[in-house]
């Protein structure tokens, strides 16, 4: 089968189109015919040798696929039957034609929607929500700062955010990438390159801050980020796109807030952990994907690349051009 490949970390040049071995399932996994996979920071990572797959997955990338049920290992329980469609959080492995998948891990694609829109969904849609109820849990009217708001993860938490009647407010660096998250929900939006966001955000909220902040930033942010988080605040860092480093006084800040830090990464928690959000987010969340709900969500697709095409698919991301979700179509 046809997969994305590098053979050494570098830049997005390294990257080519190879023929590897066609997975077979094994016990419990199902194997599936993949139509298309998105885009994921992790892979960027990944392609530079700086986040590696966990142990006994893919080193082939792609975090998340849709597709078509087209082989059942030995033990599976009958849930799913051929040509099912289907789509899946991964370890590894969705960026080729096919990848296997344990059946507990698939959901089904709701009603009306593509192959391409369905790969939107998994690892941005299950992150935000891990990230609002399993880690920060969420309550109605609570206040939620998202920083890159207009990246997957980010339109996925807004609408998460209005779904469990709470506020959600958001920082982007473009005024399109803002214009794409009030579209979504944001009741209020900050570009962080021209304005101070804790600033805004103090100014939005009376004075009171937010009562969760979603942090793939980092480093750079600490300051600004205690400043508008509320007393018994609780920030939740799932990226270090600026790096680790904290240079100050970050615990006495945080301590004469009562303020919490969680820190959370989905590839690699424990399968225990991560179905027990899948199952949730399946009977809670995805019924509302399908026409003629309210509210519905919509997952947002930025492009859509041929698998051949990939090296340029990361370059939009690197060069932060997306608002949504870059996906990757496999070849029938």
């Not at 829109?117 to 109820?133: K, M, N, S």
């Not at 962080?192 to 955000?201: A, I, L």
């Not at 399908?290 to 051949?308: A, E, F, I, K």
Request: glycine share 12%; aromatic share 6%; charged share 20%.
């Amino acid at each position: 089968m046809l997969a994305a490949y590098f053979d050494c970390p570098g830049g997005p040049e390294n990257l080519y189109v190879k023929k590897v071995m066609k997975p077979h399932p094994g016990e419990g996994e199902v194997l599936v015919k993949v139509a298309a996979s998105a885009l994921n920071r992790a892979d960027l990572l990944q392609r530079r040798g700086k986040y590696p797959p966990p142990k006994g997955a893919s080193d082939i990338l792609g975090l998340e696929a849709s597709g078509s049920v087209a082989g059942l290992g030995p033990g599976c329980k009958g849930r799913w039957k051929i040509g099912d469609a289907v789509m899946a959080l991964l370890s590894g492995g969705g960026q080729a034609e096919y990848v296997t998948v344990p059946e507990g891990y698939l959901m089904p694609i709701p009603n009306d929607m593509t192959f391409i829109q369905a790969a939107a969904i998994p690892e941005a849609w299950l992150t935000a929500f891990q990230l609002l109820h399993f880690v920060g849990k969420i309550q109605k009217g609570e206040r939620v700062l998202i920083h890159a708001g207009a990246s997957g993860v980010g339109m996925a938490a807004v609408q998460l955010v209005r779904l469990a009647k709470a506020i959600p407010i958001v920082t982007a660096g473009t005024q399109e990438k803002l214009k794409a998250t009030a579209n979504a929900g944001a009741a209020a939006g900050f570009n962080y390159k021209n304005e101070d966001f804790s600033e805004k955000v103090l100014a939005f909220t009376q004075g009171s801050g937010v009562d969760i902040i979603l942090d793939c930033v980092g480093g750079s942010y600490w300051e600004k980020n205690l400043n508008c988080l509320s007393t018994d605040g609780r920030w939740i860092i799932y990226g270090l796109l600026s790096g680790g480093e904290v240079h100050g006084d970050l615990l006495a800040r945080l301590l004469s807030k009562r303020a919490s830090i969680h820190t959370t990464l989905l590839r690699s928690r424990d399968k225990e952990a991560s179905n027990g959000c899948q199952q949730s987010f399946t009977e809670n969340v995805l019924p509302y994907f399908s026409g003629g709900t309210s509210p519905h969500l919509q997952p947002l697709v930025d492009s859509v690349y041929p698998l051949h095409e990939i090296a340029g698919a990361h370059r939009i991301m690197e060069d932060n051009k997306n608002i949504g979700k870059i996906v990757i179509e496999v070849p029938a």
